[in-house]
């Protein structure tokens, strides 16, 4: 049995025939394995958005969602958030007084409401430089506040709580399922997936059309670099792995 934690845009989804092709394939896995895999989706979209584009199309049902870049996690069927997880976020985290702060910095530009929530505040800043980044990083914990920095395509910044980020949630998750880590797979293509593919334990999957910088990271123990792009790429990565699953790995300390 392995637990599949993947990103959708641009990996299981987008463009969007993507979303029947990974569809078909894990519907396939399911009759192939057994046990069957368990299928998690840890994206930046917000709980609400992933929910209806799952209902919308080919993608498979999960069983749990990783929404909002680590900080909302959700099991299949539940109303809210899971409430574990809320809870280990909320020491240092004041989102309304973050978002006002980074908005009076007239830096970037708040994205819309709903991809706001009570433990991520988004906004556009275009090609933002490294240094800007860390100038506000800074001014962030000067404010006394427990905050981090996700920021992808040159465009997309997230100021989370600094327990949240995709790779701390599904380590978190995994705990709480008592699913090893070893046990674990990952997928994605852009910046904040960094946080779970460089998790050790796990077998991980770098799309080709990832970006640059996740293409080029350098990782603690192998990453399968597909040479197929999208749904492809992760379909390439997991019959490798299937084929000739990693040797075991020495447990990580949990940063969390």
């Known amino acids: 049995m392995f637990l599949l934690s993947t990103d959708i845009d641009g990996t299981v989804y987008e463009p969007r025939d993507n979303g029947q092709l990974?569809?078909?394939?894990?519907?396939?896995?399911?009759?192939?394995?057994?046990?069957?895999?368990?299928?998690?989706?840890?994206?930046?979209?917000?709980?609400?958005?992933?929910?209806?584009?799952?209902?919308?199309s080919h993608l498979p049902d999960p069983e749990w969602i990783i929404s909002g870049v680590g900080s909302t996690i959700a099991q299949r069927g539940a109303s809210g958030p899971f409430a574990p997880w809320s809870e280990h976020l909320s020491p240092g985290w004041e989102q309304a007084a973050i978002h006002d702060y980074i908005g009076q910095q007239d830096l970037a530009q708040a994205q819309p409401a709903e991809c706001q929530s009570s433990f991520?505040?988004?906004?556009?800043?275009?090609?933002?430089?490294?240094?800007?980044?860390?100038?506000?990083?800074?001014?962030?914990?000067?404010?006394?506040?427990e905050a981090q920095l996700v920021y992808s395509s040159q465009r997309d910044l997230d100021i989370l709580p600094k327990r949240a980020n995709k790779g701390n949630a599904l380590r978190f998750l995994a705990?709480?399922?008592?699913?090893?880590?070893?046990?674990?797979?990952?997928?994605?293509?852009?910046?904040?997936?960094?946080?779970?593919?460089?998790?050790?334990?796990?077998?991980?999957?770098?799309?080709?059309?990832?970006?640059?910088?996740?293409?080029?990271?350098?990782?603690?123990?192998?990453?399968?670099?597909?040479?197929?792009?999208?749904?492809?790429?992760?379909?390439?990565?997991?019959?490798?792995?299937?084929?000739?699953?990693?040797?075991?790995?020495?447990?990580?300390?949990?940063?969390?």
């Open 22 to 56: 990974f569809g078909d394939y894990w519907a396939k896995l399911q009759g192939r394995l057994t046990p069957a895999p368990r299928l998690v989706y840890n994206t930046g979209r917000s709980l609400a958005d992933t929910r209806r584009l799952i209902e919308h």
């Open 120 to 145: 991520k505040s988004s906004w556009f800043w275009e090609n933002a430089s490294p240094e800007a980044l860390a100038q506000l990083e800074q001014g962030l914990r000067a404010q006394g506040w």
């Open 175 to 256: 705990q709480e399922l008592v699913v090893s880590l070893r046990e674990v797979i990952v997928a994605g293509d852009s910046g904040n997936d960094l946080s779970m593919i460089e998790i050790p334990e796990v077998f991980g999957i770098i799309v080709n059309n990832a970006e640059s910088s996740l293409r080029e990271a350098s990782f603690a123990s192998p990453r399968y670099l597909a040479s197929e792009e999208s749904a492809l790429g992760v379909q390439e990565g997991l019959e490798s792995f299937l084929e000739k699953p990693p040797l075991p790995r020495p447990a990580a300390a949990d940063p969390c």
